[in-house]
């Protein structure tokens, strides 16, 4: 799945997609995708609230309480702020020396130059992302730190209100970040009933065929037990909900579904 990137912007807001079913996008980092099957974009911010993050990580903790190892992977991985969102909520929430079990989480992105910002160290914010960080963890100023670095993302769409951030070793040591295809790194998966898919806000911009196709991939690969994570975009605009039901898998909370 060979991509173009290239930033889209309209003359009032920034778009996710040429299209009226979307949402103005916000947030640290936004990219536009072309290729041959079809256009569309992508953005991220940290804690992005189509999901309930503590929750999630209180249900991740009793679900694989005895399970020793678990495989966390991450799709569409783009600049980090959904990794670390998913970091802080595992350590920070009933936190205990088993947390370890889920580190590193591997974090996979298409985009070459988004995985190259997210290996950095280094992280591009809005206020609103830097208001949301300090609105979900406890311990704000021991994650991240100013910098007079400068993140510049080739193709990113610029914005003068933007602020670099360090990210501490405390998070960047437990995320691998790396420039893959998702259809490539899915065939050669291997599941022992313990891994948590994370594939958010990304099957939303295919056609409902392809998304139903992918579905099939993922059930095909996750065994009993194993959760596959989706995103707002996903729910929103296409039957991925109903191909999840329809392939195996069940409702456990937002945007959370279990294989059966």
Request: proline share 2%; aromatic share 12%.
């Amino acid at each position: 799945m060979n991509m173009k990137i290239t930033p889209f912007i309209s003359n009032n807001n920034i778009y996710s997609q040429k299209s009226e079913k979307n949402s103005p996008a916000f947030g640290t980092t936004h990219r536009y995708y072309k290729n041959a099957n079809g256009e569309f974009g992508t953005n991220t911010w940290p804690f992005r609230d189509d999901i309930d993050w503590k929750a999630l990580s209180e249900y991740e903790k009793k679900h694989f309480k005895n399970t020793q190892k678990v495989n966390l992977v991450q799709f569409a991985s783009s600049d980090g702020s959904e990794a670390y969102t998913q970091i802080i909520s595992l350590i920070e929430n009933n936190p205990s020396a088993d947390d370890k079990k889920f580190f590193p989480i591997k974090a996979f992105d298409i985009d070459p130059e988004v995985v190259k910002a997210a290996q950095s160290r280094l992280l591009n914010t809005m206020t609103f992302d830097r208001v949301s960080l300090q609105m979900n963890t406890e311990n704000y100023d021991k994650y991240f730190k100013e910098t007079g670095k400068k993140l510049d993302i080739k193709d990113d769409i610029k914005f003068d209100s933007v602020k670099t951030l360090e990210v501490s070793k405390i998070l960047t040591d437990k995320v691998v970040f790396e420039n893959a295809d998702m259809y490539k790194v899915l065939a050669k998966m291997e599941d022992n009933s313990n891994t948590i898919l994370m594939c958010r806000n990304i099957l939303g911009y295919f056609d409902d065929n392809k998304i139903e196709n992918f579905i099939k991939l993922v059930a095909e690969k996750l065994k009993k037990g194993s959760l596959f994570l989706i995103g707002e975009h996903d729910t929103r605009i296409s039957f991925t909900e109903r191909y999840l039901g329809e392939n195996g898998f069940t409702k456990v909370m937002k945007h959370v579904f279990k294989k059966l």
